[in-house]
């Protein structure tokens, strides 16, 4: 009796079931008959045969120092709007870049890689990332802002002035019970 090789017959038992059952089927099954060589595997203990391709350049990063202020946002974003308002408040030109325009929509990949944020705004001051727009509403009440957005060199001999401003307004003595304001 010849001997039987299980692994090919069971192969053919396959091949033959699989092509009746394409009768039934709405679409006959794809038959890969020519097996693709796989890649050839870079070998890293062989020499390159070629030179090696140089990186990449870097792209510079978004915030410049030459600017005091810029806004990365969408223009129907309020809190983008909050941000430019507190500039303009203040008298500090902000550049306003907006996110949604056709010619800056590759800049909200870069600005989330960049500051691993995901919310709008990005607020750059002097090139630095500071945040959004509640950084930047803390940084102003707290009296910061207008020295963070002036060049090093000024910013260093204002140092050592206190720009806190703090006004109390004096409240009208009220009516009420003995020992409350009088």
């Not at 809190?79 to 590759?106: H, M």
């Not at 963070?148 to 401003?165: F, G, V």
Request: glycine share 6%.
């Amino acid at each position: 009796m010849p001997k039987v090789d299980w692994v090919e017959a069971v192969d053919r038992l396959a091949t033959t079931v699989d092509k009746a059952m394409d009768r039934f089927r709405k679409t006959p099954r794809r038959r890969l008959h020519d097996v693709p060589t796989p890649p050839a595997v870079h070998d890293p203990f062989r020499a390159a045969e070629e030179p090696a391709k140089p990186a990449p350049e870097a792209e510079p990063p978004l915030g410049r120092a030459d600017l005091p202020v810029q806004i990365y946002g969408r223009r129907s974003c309020m809190w983008s709007g909050r941000a430019v308002k507190v500039f303009q408040e203040l008298g500090i030109p902000a550049k306003f870049y907006d996110i949604d325009d056709t010619d800056n929509r590759s800049l909200e990949g870069r600005l989330v890689k960049e500051t691993k944020q995901y919310q709008t705004p990005w607020v750059y001051l002097r090139g630095d990332y500071v945040g959004g727009f509640n950084a930047v509403d803390e940084l102003n009440r707290v009296g910061q802002l207008e020295a963070r957005t002036l060049p090093p060199e000024e910013r260093k001999a204002s140092a050592h002035k206190s720009r806190i401003r703090l006004e109390v307004g004096k409240r009208p003595p009220e009516d009420g019970p003995e020992g409350e304001r009088r």
